[in-house]
Nanobody
Framework: QVQLVESGGGLVQPGGSLRLSCAAS????????MGWYRQAPGKQRELVAA???????NYPDSVKGRFAISRDNAKNTFYLQMNSLKPEDTAVYYC?????????WGEGTLVTVSS
């Protein structure tokens, strides 16, 4: 069983930055994938960043060069650094861990990009 708790969302102006955190507790070992997803009103949930246990990362074109995922194994926490934010980045952001064939989700944190 894995529990995930996000933090760091909020209101930011266009062009600004935010860092989201996801604290994980429970059994995460072997091969796993940690990811950040977002869901805007009226839209499907989409992947914005992922990192595997080997350190490989993946980003969609919409955020490539602006977002960066990282992890701190000692703290069992992973992060999403978001720079050059745009109004279209406004969404609820969820952290996710895929391990031993099971998906675990955090409850989400709202990011609003507006002037």
């Amino acid at each position: 069983q894995v529990q995930l708790v996000e933090s760091g969302g909020g209101l930011v102006q266009p062009g600004g930055s935010l860092r989201l955190s996801c604290a994980a507790s429970g059994s995460i070992f072997g091969f796993y994938v940690m990811g950040w997803y977002r869901q805007a009103p009226g839209k499907q949930r989409e992947l914005v960043a992922a990192i595997t246990s080997s350190g490989s990362t993946n980003y969609p074109d919409s955020v490539k060069g602006r977002f960066a995922i990282s992890r701190d194994n000692a703290k069992n926490t992973f992060y999403l650094q978001m720079n050059s934010l745009k109004p279209e980045d406004t969404a609820v952001y969820y952290c996710n861990v895929l391990v031993l064939g099971r998906n675990y989700w955090g409850e989400g944190t709202l990011v609003t990009v507006s002037s």
